[in-house]
């Protein structure tokens, strides 16, 4: 059994700066890809963004570029996502994922962070 418990979550101010963590215990390898999603009142969850299981390929959603970084630790097992000049349209859920071929498909899910972002 895979579980993921993401934190870092809160409250901040247009133009803030938060870190999310994320980390994983039980089956995981360290070949496995992470990834970050997120859901908005009323609307789908979407990606975010992706790291490979070597930390050396990363991805991101096209609205978040330039502005959120994804890392992972050297274990592999915790992954970040430092998110700069924050925007109210940032605000959601914020779910970490693994699994195999993630981000393109994963197989666990955490249980979520809230980000909310004030204007």
């Known amino acids: 059994q895979v579980q993921l418990v993401e934190s870092g979550g809160g409250l901040v101010q247009d133009g803030g700066s938060l870190r999310l963590s994320c980390a994983a215990s039980?089956?995981?390898?360290?070949?496995?890809?992470m990834g970050w999603f997120r859901q908005a009142p009323g609307k789908e969850r979407e990606f975010v963004a992706g790291?490979?299981?070597?930390?050396?390929?990363?991805y991101a959603a096209d609205s978040v570029k330039g502005r959120f970084t994804i890392s992972r630790d050297n274990a592999g097992n915790t992954v970040y996502l430092q998110m700069n000049s924050l925007k109210p349209e940032d605000t959601a859920v914020y779910y970490c994922?693994?699994?195999?071929?993630?981000?393109?498909?994963?197989?666990?899910w955490g249980q979520g962070t809230q980000v909310t972002v004030s204007s």
């Open positions: 994922a693994v699994g195999r071929i993630c981000p393109r498909v994963c197989d666990y």
């Open positions: 039980g089956r995981i390898l360290s070949s496995y890809g």
């Open positions: 790291i490979g299981w070597s930390g050396g390929n990363t």
